[in-house]
């Protein structure tokens, strides 16, 4: 047994991880690996928005750890679109130069990259002075409230107000911006036909149901200049019936690339597939076969995605899967976010030659932590007190 581990040790220490650690582009910006650090929601800003050392830390440790490129959490583009208190905001100028520090101190660390996702909560939004807007006046089903229909005005006002926040993650500094349009907020509530009905611009076939995702897109770009990658988070499946379907998903994926969008990351769901994980696709990795559960997803868009990347989301736990996915083109990087939560050091420990799987045990006790505090690896917090008290 001692010689076949031995020689097992050896075996793994030989496998090179090329096509996880070879350099790669988006639009302009070049990344060190594959390696994408998924937006997690942290609720480590102030009460009112503005970035803390607390936050920093947790960025900094992503960025020691090797990640080559670190997308933020939801960073609010207007008050009536914020998750909760103690989300970063940048709805004004008043919030440039914390931005600018994070990402400032992120630039120390061996050419790490940092893009920001912003994004509105539309007809999820629970905050207690501004009602949830959504394209249409579709309840929320688990709630039942309805969000105000929006007025074709009022959508270009919002519109404005992503395109300003993207001109100020520029001012900070960041690397590239990420539009959040999946997971039932604002962006997603448009490109769904379970959640708009319009029958205006905005709405009704697939062309004008994307078309706020075209306009921000346009409208950045003549703020901006070409050289600052605008990239998004895109919903393809809702997973309740009349929501959105892979096939129409594969239809707006096209227009975004066509648009000029670097990279997509295709991910799926919203709170009513959710309602406690439990119907959601990334509740529990019981076993290899549950990882990597937006690969099927990878497979229908990438051949349609010239010169736009597509980051794989979902469930990545394994080094020699996520390898062999970018090996035979399925995608261009790989993207983790609970993993990350428990081993901010991940890349540097796959990169050293430990390719064992992420220690995360997919047992979303992370995503129940951001419910009444800041989100944290409950299982690791627990090992640490156990060894602490040892």
């Keep these: 047994m001692k010689f076949f581990l031995n020689n097992l040790i050896k075996l793994v220490k030989t496998i090179d991880l090329k096509y996880l650690f070879r350099t790669g582009k988006i639009g302009n910006v070049i990344i060190k690996n594959r390696i994408v650090r998924s937006a997690t929601y942290e609720k480590r800003a102030t009460k009112h928005g503005h970035i803390t050392e607390h936050l920093i830390k947790m960025y900094t440790d992503l960025a020691k750890g090797g990640t080559g490129l670190i997308i933020t959490g939801t960073i609010a583009v207007d008050p009536t679109g914020t998750g909760s208190p103690y989300q970063a905001y940048l709805f004004d100028d008043s919030y440039i130069p914390g931005q600018k520090k994070l990402v400032d101190i992120v630039h120390e660390y061996s050419d790490v990259k940092i893009a920001a996702q912003i994004g509105h909560t539309g007809r999820q939004g629970i905050h207690p002075k501004y009602p949830p807007i959504a394209p249409s006046p579709v309840p929320l089903r688990y709630s039942k409230q309805i969000p105000k229909e929006l007025t074709s005005e009022e959508i270009k006002v919002l519109i404005e107000k992503f395109v300003n926040t993207s001109c100020r993650t520029y001012e900070s500094g960041y690397d590239m911006v990420q539009l959040h349009a999946a997971h039932g907020y604002l962006l997603s509530n448009f490109i769904s036909p379970y959640t708009n009905k319009r029958k205006d611009e905005f709405g ?187």
């Excluded at 390719?355 to 129940?368: E, G, Q, R, T």
């Design 204 to 390: 009704g076939n697939i062309q004008n149901r994307t078309k706020i995702l075209v306009d921000i897109y346009n409208q950045i770009r003549e703020e901006v200049g070409k050289k600052f990658p605008i990239i998004t988070k895109l919903q393809t499946q809702d997973f309740v019936p009349g929501g959105l379907s892979l096939n129409e998903s594969k239809q707006i994926t096209k227009i975004l690339v066509d648009t000029g969008y670097a990279a997509i990351e295709p991910s799926g769901g919203m709170l009513e597939t959710m309602e406690g994980v439990n119907t959601y696709p990334s509740k529990f990795i019981k076993s290899s076969n549950d990882e990597n559960y937006f690969l099927p997803t990878a497979k229908i868009l990438k051949p349609i995605m010239e010169n736009c990347s597509l980051i794989l989301v979902g469930g990545i736990r394994n080094p020699l899967s996520a390898e062999k996915i970018l090996k035979e083109n399925f995608a261009d990087y790989i993207s983790m976010c609970r993993p990350l939560l428990r081993e901010p050091d991940l890349p540097n420990r796959w990169k050293n030659g430990d390719i064992s799987p992420a220690k995360c045990i997919s047992c979303n006790s992370c995503y129940n932590t951001m419910m009444t505090s800041e989100v944290y690896c409950v299982v690791k917090q627990k090992l640490e007190e156990k060894n602490f008290d040892s």
